[in-house]
């Protein structure tokens, strides 16, 4: 039997037809037939074998072409219709009789193609997939991809918006859950002089590593527009692709990827966005061709294929409606607006479908699994970038699992009396050296050799900045077989340490190894203190290995060399340029892009990628960026030191942020004392006015451009908060952002206006407000805040003192006071002196407090007298009289009583036996 075949249109390219009998597949050949017009019609039908088609009047005429007849019986039997050669005749010829034939014949062909793609559904709904394991899931970290299908010069937008709103925000959602999303966007790292030919197998064969990977549901996002998309000819698609593919002709490459990916698997996971039209008229006119198709066919297999979608998986279509908004003018590239509905419904989709194959309660949330996730997440994070770095893993590994520690360290000669002492390993390096993926990647490959390692990555969470945090972590793994009872909870951190050190003891006795993994200690909330260390057990017997991380760090340092025996030190020096390129080009193979041989060296031989932080930002930001064609000239622009790559990239997503708000968030976070919390961060980005607080959506995204850059952190009574990453970008928000004065004063006013109005915590006030006040130039609300805000009084006096001495005028005033006119004494008049708050909110007698800072003074002396100097003297006063400093009028002896001069305390009378001026 033989199948009327619908004939390919040859707009494009040649004038060759190509002819196939569409199924079964593998039975039948191509045959080439050239084609002539004897007027206009640019569809013809033809027959295979004997049967010859009702080709219309006036349709091509088409023979057997001579050079590429692969003969068979049915291409002999086949004659041609007509006669007549003509040359070239790639565009469909215009005209209404023409343009209805081939809608009619393109209707044809895209029915026999979706005969065949049904036909192959039911084929592979008979159990390929299914039939393979569904248990394949478990615990730990889990790699997820998404395969994105689209046309591209039509979806540069919406692949914008996927790559810098989507996939983030899955991305952070997905390692909550450990798992690790990686985006499948071909836009990119299909290489720039490949053949058709490779383009169809790349995209193919990374659509059924997904498949395979997934057993058959991959999770595939398509978006379909009002273009088809480049159908290849039979000479690009070899015989390699038609066999392992199944290839359907005619089909364009999206369309072979939604037949691939999701039509024959009937996959569950696939979603199909479909972009409605109407924003088109607003297009200029030169960009119009590159969104809309008019090829007849092309129109036909779209519509088709739309409805089908919709028909197959209502669940997983969508209309989505967007806006033209102009023509960027540095890559010529069509922006469109209004995306939210597209990326909203990508986001839940995709939520809803790892949420199914990755439940929940696949990680088993004992407590403490939940105290290992933050050191896990960061450890994953940054462990799998580490590339080279062998002499030093070597040297790690040596410490943790080999038997002999440096041969200096152990004393041996007096027996085992001493136990041996071991010291510890002091890894050091530069700051973005990548001390701290070496530290993860160590971690990762120790922990597959022994059971007994205690890590611990300081920063990675809220609660590792606490050294406390530490010590339980590390009371908890020597003591694991009692369950903790209520005492060990109520431990002090002195009881701890000493129990930590009996324990550490302990274990000295035994055969097992304990490796303890710390990095990064000069970042623990203790480090400028005097404690800092001091909960370091100060000896571990040998059969205990501990290694921690620092940067150089003046105090860390010091305290860790002063041990007892001292340190082993292991220096993390640059990088080389070998694994330099195979940072790069691991980096990108993650995301399924690679920069061509002449661009990686052009990356790796800049000055800055000694610098692994410098690295990886670099190739972050090569990433995101979208226009392949121009990642050369972007590579050449990336500045070759830290900062300048930073200023860069935040002056990029400055510049792309639509919440207007990472700009601010970098500021308030370089304005703070020490970091920010996320409920403040809130509020602060919000709406002042009215108090309402910036809606979550915003935040994450605003914090999801953000996050390469902040670090969580401790802050004020243990709550978590956040902070830079990385002083040199507070250097550079400081010297970019905030280097004008009054733009820094805005922000401590902003910062202010939170604390003195919206923040609930008083400790959180008194330790705030006044700061800021005092940075945004506010001296008369800071001494307003401080005289009468009870808030205040949950300051430490020596801070209030600091504030308020900071401001008040402090000019010299020799001893005796000014000579030279009348000078009248400063005092508390008697109507003031017996009541209370003129200088505290604490209800302590006016005559009794310091009239600057406010504290109790009961018993003075004569140095302690207010004083002021010519400047801020008192107005003329009749002989006799005094000066009031609480109601500031004349104070006159009341029945012969003196008036009780006004005192500052001990603190604030500065040396005894000199004075300053008081005036506030
Ligand atoms: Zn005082
Ligand atoms: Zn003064
Ligand atoms: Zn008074």
Redesign the pocket.
């Known amino acids: 039997m033989f199948l009327e075949t619908p004939v390919l249109s040859f707009k494009k390219k040649s004038s060759f037809l190509y002819l196939k009998q569409l199924w079964p597949p593998r039975n039948s050949q191509w045959k080439y037939y050239k084609v002539s017009f004897q007027k206009s019609p640019s569809v013809a039908f033809v027959a295979m074998g004997t049967k010859v088609s009702k080709a219309k009047q006036r349709s091509p005429s088409i023979s057997p072409h001579p050079e590429q007849h692969h003969g068979t019986t049915q291409a002999e039997n086949s004659s041609p219709v007509g006669n007549g050669v003509s040359k070239d005749h790639h565009s469909a010829p215009k005209g209404q009789p023409a343009n209805q034939m081939s809608s009619q014949s393109a209707a044809k062909i895209v029915a026999g193609c979706w005969e065949k793609i049904e036909q192959q559904c039911a084929h592979n709904q008979s159990g390929t997939w299914n039939s393979k394991g569904k248990d394949r899931v478990q615990a730990g970290w889990q790699e997820v991809r998404i395969f994105v299908s689209s046309t591209f010069a039509d979806f540069h937008a919406e692949r914008e918006a996927l790559v810098k709103k989507v996939f983030p925000e899955l991305r952070e959602w997905c390692e909550g859950r450990q798992l690790h999303l990686v985006e499948c966007d071909l836009r990119w790292g299909v290489p720039k002089d490949s053949t058709s030919q490779t383009t169809i197998s790349i995209c193919l064969e990374e659509l059924d590593r997904c498949l395979k990977e997934t057993d058959g549901q991959p999770f595939f996002l398509a978006m379909l527009g009002e273009r088809y998309g480049w159908i290849p000819s039979s000479e690009d698609v070899s015989a390699d692709i038609r066999d392992n593919f199944d290839w359907v002709d005619h089909l364009s490459i999206t369309h072979m990827e939604v037949t691939h990916g999701a039509l024959r698997p009937k996959n569950p996971n696939a979603a199909f966005f479909l972009r409605d039209p109407t924003f088109l008229k607003d297009i200029p006119e030169e960009f119009y061709g590159s969104f809309v198709d008019d090829d007849p066919l092309c129109v036909e297999q779209l519509k088709e294929l739309k409805s089908r979608l919709h028909l197959k998986f209502p669940d997983q279509t969508f209309d989505y409606k967007c806006n033209f908004s102009d023509v960027q003018a540095a890559d010529n590239k069509v922006q469109l607006s209004d995306l939210d509905d597209f990326c909203t419904q990508a986001v839940e989709f995709l939520k809803n479908a790892f949420n199914k194959k990755y439940p929940e309660d696949r990680l088993q949330h004992d407590p403490l699994s939940i105290e290992l996730l933050p050191h896990d997440t960061y450890m994953e994070q940054k462990g799998q970038l580490v590339l080279g770095r062998e002499a030093e893993m070597e040297k790690l590994m040596q410490f943790a699992t080999g038997d002999d520690v440096s041969s200096s360290a152990v004393p041996s000669d007096s027996g085992q009396a001493e136990q041996g002492s071991c010291p510890i390993l002091m890894v050091l390096a530069q700051p973005g050296t990548g001390k701290s993926s070496l530290m993860a990647k160590f971690t990762m490959e120790v922990i597959q050799k022994s059971d007994n390692v205690l890590y611990h990555f300081v920063g990675c969470g809220p609660d590792t900045m606490d050294p406390t945090n530490i010590l339980q972590r590390l009371y908890k793994k020597l003591h694991p077989s009692g369950s903790e009872t209520e005492e060990d909870n109520e431990m002090s951190p002195d009881q701890l340490k000493e129990k930590v050190q009996k324990h550490l003891q302990d274990f000295g006795e035994k055969k097992e190894r304990l490796v303890i993994i710390i990095d990064a200690v000069n970042q623990l909330a203790d480090q400028s203190s005097t404690f800092h260390l001091d909960w370091l057990p100060p000896t571990f017997p040998s059969n205990v290995r501990c290694i921690v991380s620092t940067t150089e760090h003046p105090p860390t340092l010091s305290r860790l060399r002063d041990r007892q025996p001292p340190p082993d030190e292991l220096t993390v020096p640059d990088l080389d340029k070998n694994t330099r390129q195979d940072i790069v080009t691991r980096y990108f193979k993650r995301y399924n892009k690679a920069l061509d041989k002449e661009q990686l060296e052009l990356l790796t031989s800049s000055d800055g990628s000694s610098n692994p932080m410098w690295l990886a930002i670099a190739c972050e930001e090569l990433r995101v960026y979208g226009v392949f064609e121009q990642v050369t000239a972007k590579i050449q622009s990336l500045p070759p030191y830290l900062e300048g790559l930073l200023s860069m990239v935040i002056s990029r997503v400055i510049q792309e942020d639509e919440t207007r708000c990472a700009e601010k968030m970098l500021c308030l976070l370089e304005c703070s004392q020490s970091g920010l919390q996320q409920t403040q961060l809130l509020m602060l980005l919000g709406d002042p006015e009215k108090a309402t607080p910036l809606p979550l959506l915003t935040w994450s995204q605003v914090h999801r451009s953000l996050k390469p850059f902040l670090r969580n952190t401790t802050g004020h009574m243990n709550l978590p908060g956040m902070d830079f990453c990385h002083n040199s970008i507070r250097q550079v928000v400081q010297e970019t952002l905030l280097s004008n004065q009054a733009t820094q004063q805005n922000y401590h006013k902003l910062l202010a206006d939170y604390y003195q109005g919206q923040c609930a915590s008083q400790q959180l006030v008194a330790l705030e407000l006044p700061y800021h006040l005092q940075q945004a130039g506010l001296h008369s609300q800071l001494v307003e805040f401080l005289r009468k805000d009870p808030r205040s009084l949950k300051m430490a006096m020596h801070s209030r003192q600091k504030y308020m001495n900071a401001i008040?005028?402090?000019?010299y005033i020799p001893p005796g006071g000014f000579h030279g006119g009348h000078v009248a004494q400063i005092v508390i008049c008697k109507m003031c002196s017996m009541r209370m708050q003129a200088f505290t909110p604490a209800r302590t007698m006016n005559k009794d407090t310091c009239v600057i800072c406010g504290h109790f003074t009961p018993f003075k002396k004569e140095q302690q007298k207010v004083q002021?100097?010519?400047?801020?003297k008192p107005p003329l006063v009749a002989p006799g009289q005094d000066w009031c400093v609480v109601c500031e009028k004349p104070a006159i002896a009341l029945r012969g009583r003196q008036n009780d001069p006004a005192y500052l305390c001990m603190m604030c009378s500065v040396g005894i036996s000199t004075n300053r001026?008081?005036?506030v």
């Open positions: 008040r005028c402090r000019t002021f100097c010519m400047l801020h001026c008081a005036k």
